[in-house]
């Protein structure tokens, strides 16, 4: 199965910048890659999904990017508000072909964005 | 459209004692059903999938169990609970051959005394 990298330590922010993070995975390259959002307490929150053929994806003030040669991720958050703070997860297809048995989830980067 | 069901939202139990939980998903039908426990300080961990009811498949062998008596319904359950399977249990549902999102439950939060 896959073993998924993110930033543990937390990634301070000031208001307004840009917040890149990074997901590094190790094993075959997945299908496709997710990102979520996780408040304190609360569920997860699907924002993006890339799959292996696309290079960038957009969502408002959202981009992922992917890059299967460098078995990366980054994820970056334009013009960030305090309100962007949360942990945000890596997600990728638990084994390879992208089937429907579930998803491996990185430990998640806590992003602080100061006002 | 599409909403998610889990509960309770929050459960104290003392060790040996059994566990239901349940998950009911609203406005689609055949999901894809998961189950998932989070530990303090540490990554999702997938306990379960299920493709259809009574198909159930495990990803880690365990103390727990889940049933899929109905399309929409997720049960994870355990007939005597250990201190370790305390933790934030969470059910999500997609949709297709898993090139969807997944859209998770608000979780319970388990403590076993």
């Known amino acids: 199965s896959q073993k998924i990298e993110q930033n543990s330590e937390a990634l301070n922010i000031q208001e307004g910048k840009t917040a890149t993070l990074t997901c590094n995975y190790t094993n075959y390259s997945p299908a496709y890659l997710q990102w979520y959002r996780q408040d304190p307490g609360r569920g997860p929150v699907f924002l993006l999904l890339?799959?292996?053929?696309?290079k960038e994806k957009r969502k408002e003030r959202l981009k992922v990017t992917f890059d299967t040669t460098l078995k990366q991720s980054l994820f970056h958050i334009t013009a960030s508000q305090p309100a962007d703070s949360a942990t945000y997860l890596c997600a990728l297809d638990m084994y390879s072909g992208g089937g429907a048995d579930g998803l491996t989830f990185g430990k998640g980067t806590h992003l602080i964005i100061q006002p | 459209s599409q909403t998610i069901h889990q509960w309770p939202a929050t459960l104290v139990q003392p060790v040996g004692s059994p566990l239901s939980l349940e998950c009911t998903v609203e406005g689609t039908s055949n999901p894809n059903l998961y189950w998932y426990r989070q530990a303090a300080g540490r990554g999702l961990q997938l306990l379960f999938y299920?493709?259809?009811?009574?198909?159930i498949s495990s990803e880690v062998p365990q103390n727990l169990s889940a049933s899929r008596p109905q399309d929409r319904q997720f049960i994870l359950s355990s007939k005597k609970l250990l201190l370790s399977d305390s933790g934030f249990y969470l059910c999500a549902w997609t949709r297709g051959l898993g090139n969807y999102g997944y859209t998770f439950g608000s979780g319970t939060r388990l403590t076993v005394v």
């Open positions: 299920s493709v259809g009811i009574g198909q």
């Open positions: 890339i799959r292996e053929n696309e």
